[in-house]
């Protein structure tokens, strides 16, 4: 996501959670059964290399998640110095520490518009250099963890907001047009023979344009043999979604065939505006949950939560009011949580 913007964007726009105890305040705490048993698909979340030394946040994830997407340690910037040296004491450690706790690893991500190892500044403009440092750089990262991890986001958030295509004012589409999405999947592959090669983006449940263009890449993607091999919908959602358009979005992802990934979930009170959204929260991951169960069943990759607690969410990292997650800072569920249980259930 174009979190920089957002969050920019949160910043100047006021926030109304002191009317609805802001904060993670709700409801007192419910119980619930371990989501990871309770679901059919396998139930994520996003992890970073501290926090698997926290003793309520380890129990936490132990109990309830089957797998984990490192939230930033395989990013290009952890990952690539500005010497242009591999550092992989970060990823490494995620990846070791979920082996331990008999959890999976789903890779995120291999190339995003929005990081770019400083050394390709020097190839700008010289294709035949800049393809095959690219190249190497995919093989390298996916190739460090082929058979570790059962998944990857190769291509993170391609396509604009507007309706207008995708985005060209970033170095991979500077200097390889949209063929670098098609190369990143073609490394990745021969990198990885095994783990499924997915294409992820946000605010398609918002944007139905969009929806669309992402649709179209994916298709021009196939039609180009490239070995895409499933969907990711972010799913950073406000509370206030109006009912009705994370099914039509999954619907309409899930039209390709292709297993469907629901990848970065949380539903931001923050982001809905004035008012008390928490109910909204569990109409929403209701909907979430019955979109997916509605798959056939090879079709469910599974649920990412951004997130354990509200106060690892990346929105109160950056100082925003907000409880967008389904346990709260003590790691105690939510009625949020309890909705997700309920829409298991049927």
């Known amino acids: 996501m174009d979190r920089r913007r957002l969050l920019a964007?949160?910043?100047?726009?006021?926030?109304?959670?002191?009317?609805c105890g802001g904060g993670t305040a709700d409801a007192a705490p419910v119980d619930i059964p371990p989501l990871k048993s309770a679901a059919p698909f396998p139930m994520g979340v996003a992890a970073m290399t501290e926090q698997f030394g926290e003793p309520a946040w380890d129990d936490l994830v132990r109990s309830h998640f089957d797998r984990v997407t490192p939230e930033w340690e395989m990013k290009a910037?952890?990952?690539?110095?500005?010497?242009?040296?591999m550092t992989w004491d970060r990823a490494d450690r995620v990846v070791s520490s979920a082996e331990q706790r008999g959890l999976k690893v789903f890779g995120h991500t291999l190339v995003w518009y929005s990081q770019v190892p400083r050394t390709f500044a020097a190839l700008e403009g010289d294709r035949r250099r800049f393809e095959l440092a690219y190249g190497e750089y995919v093989r390298r990262v996916a190739g460090r963890y082929a058979g570790k991890v059962v998944g990857w986001d190769v291509v993170n958030e391609a396509v604009t907001d507007d309706g207008s295509g995708y985005r060209a004012d970033n170095?991979?589409?500077?200097?390889?047009?949209?063929?670098?999405?098609?190369?990143?999947?073609e490394q990745a592959r021969?990198?990885?023979p095994a783990a499924p090669l997915f294409l992820n983006d946000y605010n398609l449940e918002q944007l139905p344009k969009k929806r669309a263009d992402f649709l179209k890449l994916a298709e021009r993607l196939l039609r180009e043999g490239a070995p895409l091999g499933g969907l990711g919908t972010q799913t950073h959602t406000p509370a206030d979604l109006a009912p009705g358009e994370i099914g039509r979005c999954i619907r309409d992802l899930a039209s390709l065939g292709l297993p469907v990934h629901v990848s970065e979930l949380d539903i931001s009170l923050a982001r809905a505006g004035l008012g008390d959204h928490r109910e909204g929260q569990r109409r929403l991951v209701g909907e979430v949950v019955e979109a997916v169960m509605?798959?056939?069943e090879r079709q469910r990759f599974g649920i990412t939560v951004w997130g354990a607690r509200d106060k690892d969410s990346w929105l109160?990292?950056?100082?925003?009011?907000?409880?967008?997650?389904?346990?709260?800072?003590?790691a105690r569920p939510k009625p949020m949580a309890a909705a997700l249980v309920d829409a298991l259930k049927g």
Do not use: T
């Open 294 to 296: 509605a798959l056939p």
């Open 316 to 330: 109160v990292r950056e100082g925003k009011r907000d409880a967008p997650l389904l346990f709260d800072d003590d």
């Open 171 to 185: 170095a991979w589409a500077r200097n390889l047009g949209m063929d670098y999405v098609r190369i990143a999947f």
């Open 190 to 192: 021969a990198a990885d």
């Open 77 to 85: 910037e952890a990952v690539v110095d500005d010497a242009g040296r």
């Open 9 to 19: 964007g949160l910043a100047a726009a006021p926030l109304a959670l002191s009317a």
